[in-house]
């Protein structure tokens, strides 16, 4: 009887002593990293541009360039503090994703290239793909049919 | 009638003797306790940054010790450890009757792999991070009733190993939140015997109850240890019948900032006040402002090192008379933390003294 009334003042007591994460600051650094990240696309989609290439191989063109980036700074180790910082701003953009496959695939290496790198590369993408693609196409699914009236 | 008399009398004796050893419920005192002759700390390079880098034995440059995974780069560590205390003490591997070991990684292979290069019977330990007192524990209690000549106790966390078996990849964007733990990289060993000369000695040890308040966030595991650490503690004194003031330091092992805060509060609540004698080996570890741990250290390592680096020197120079180390674990797994458990919590306390 006493325990269950001491949990229930510790559950207040806990809630009073864990600090809470600050949102209003860390809304504003996600939407600086996560701005200043789609400001590099936009660059490169300016630079493609300026080269001449037609607007469909742009489209290509940014996300692949922004893929190789996202996994080169996952590998020097910068893209993981760079998340510290800016929170939601670097996940969301394609470089998080391209974070989210390479990260485990250099982790597991040690555990060999079936089990290791390749089972684990999905770890945490296997997930957004399997929603992603699983959701796009149930909304296939529903245009075509509101498309036959 | 007579022999089966005196097998009566003797079986009595035998008893009567286990419950003078035992206190209360949870408590035994150790009537030939035994000497922490010699110690080992060995952390890694962010350890070694921090505020209590002057005391421990050995601070690593590589956090990898060349080894090609961090695994094997712990298991080393808690090697090092061993053999180093070994030197200190002056003894053989041939010398010692057992060799309490834990940590955190599954199947507790830091500890087993490191084992496995000495000629020591071995019992290995699953406490979480409470594993330091738990190995101290026992070691404590199978010396005091003559079942060893020397025994040793050790525990090692690394924070890379335990990153990727409990959270994410080291390289992924994740942000870490105001109330995670940093898990230390580190190792400390030490030996127990009877010999010659003034060292510290274990006299009580008083094992801990699982607590499970209902805590399910493994983002705030101080939260989640607080309370098994109160029990504890509130246990040994009423075991023992002493109070927080008959301690010069109780210290917790890795109830991090926010846990120390609400252990404090938390034992108001059973009538005593500890926050004089309370430090909490998680929370002084780290310097939290300039090497972006949040709440604190944690890990097996966490009370290990800074016992057998910063605690066992003051106790040696006796600026610490009195000491009582708490180490806390919080008992999840992965498994369990995905299928919605709650996080349960276990404390042991033992009671270190220096004449």
Known sequence: ?149 | MKIKFILNDCRRRVNMQTHDKKMGRQTVKLDNPPKIIAVHSIVGPKEGEGPLSEYFDEVLNDDTLGKDSYEKAESQMMFTAITETLKKAKLKETDIDYLFSGDLLNQIISSSFAAREFSIPFFGLYGACSTMSESLSLASIIMDGGFAKYVIATTSSHFSSAERQFRFPLDYGSQRTRSAQWTVTGSGALILGYDEGNYPEVTYVTTGKVKDFGQKDANNMGAAMAPAAVDTIVSHFKDTGRKPSDYDVIATGDLGIIGRELADKLIKEFGYDIRKQHIDCGEIIFDHEKQNTEAGGSGCGCSAVVFTGYLYKKLMKKEIKKLLLVSTGALMSTTSSLQGETIPGIAHAVAIEMK
């Open chain 1, 1 to 149: 009887m006493k325990e269950a009334k001491i949990k229930q003042k510790y559950e207040i007591m806990t809630n009073e002593v864990t600090p809470k994460s600050k949102i209003l600051q860390d809304c504003l650094k996600a939407f600086l990293v996560g701005g200043l990240i789609c400001d590099v696309g936009q660059l490169i989609n300016n630079i493609a541009m300026n080269y001449g290439f037609p607007k469909e191989q742009v489209m290509s063109i940014v996300p692949i360039v922004m893929i190789f980036l996202g996994a080169l700074l996952t590998g020097t180790g910068t893209y993981g503090k760079l998340a510290q910082f800016g929170g939601a701003g670097t996940v969301v953009p394609i470089t998080g994703f391209s974070n989210a496959v390479v990260s485990p695939a250099i982790e597991f290496k040690k555990e060999g290239f079936i089990f290791g790198v390749a089972a684990k590369m999905f770890t945490i993408a296997g997930p957004v793909l399997v929603y992603g693609i699983g959701s796009s196409v149930i909304i296939g699914i529903v245009y075509y049919v509101i498309t036959l009236f």
